[in-house]
């Protein structure tokens, strides 16, 4: 027996969507709109929520920060271990609620990304420097002592920093971002959330520009290659140069 609109009683075609006659949506399709509406939806509703954690925890990062580290020195076991699970742990959640989680973690590329991932560091180190430089010209004292770079120091800034601050920022946050909006909204949005994880120690001048462009360099990065991997590189490479320099 062959389907006939609910509207006007005509027969319909064989897998149509629309009634010849009354150009009615077949009950079918009717369903098919409202189930794909309905995800759209969710989705949306799910990377919101996401994208509000990740700002929630920078946010209460930046005022109880301070307070969990209290005095313990930077490059101890202690501040690695509060500060690497402060950041894989709202990774982990703000990454559940998008899900899938694997989703937020893209790690296939091209090797040339990697190879410009190399050069891009170069452009982030010399950021940092050309900013540092204007910030502190013609101090006698530019407020930067000696670093005693410690295992722990290494680990967390080589390693940790880049897989944890990477997966936050271009992982979560961008997946997020990009669903709300667009992957230009998404490049901004996370350096700016970039920058702000690097204030919680207080130094926002010293910290969040020269920080923002390099969240730039490593969104450019993901946003071109589809990947976290060149700004993994990037980050670690960045920061390797940099504990050396201080070190």
Known sequence: MSATCHRCGESLPPQGRFCGACGAATRGHAREVAAKTH??????????????????????????????????????????????AAV???????????????????????????????????????????????????????????????????????????????????????????TLSSPRTALLLTAILFAFLHGLGGGYLLELPHRFAMGLVAGWLRWQSGSLLPGIVVHAVHNFVAITWLG
């Open 88 to 178: 894989f742990g709202a990774a982990l959640v703000a990454g559940l609620v998008d899900g899938p989680l694997r989703a937020s973690w893209p790690l296939a590329t091209r090797p040339i990304w990697v190879l410009v991932a190399l050069p891009a560091a170069l452009v982030t180190l010399g950021a940092a420097h050309v900013y540092l430089g204007l910030l502190t010209q013609g101090a006698t004292d530019p407020g930067r002592e000696h670093v005693e770079a410690t295992t722990a120091m290494w680990i967390a800034v080589v390693v940790l920093a880049p897989l944890g601050e990477e997966w936050l920022c271009r992982g979560v946050a961008w997946r997020s971002a990009v």
């Open 39 to 84: 995800r759209e939806r969710e989705q949306v509703t799910r990377a919101a929520g996401a994208l509000g954690l990740v700002v929630l925890i920078t946010l209460a990062g930046l005022v109880l920060g301070p307070r969990l580290l209290g005095e313990r020195d930077e490059g101890s076991w202690s501040a690695m271990l509060i500060g690497a």
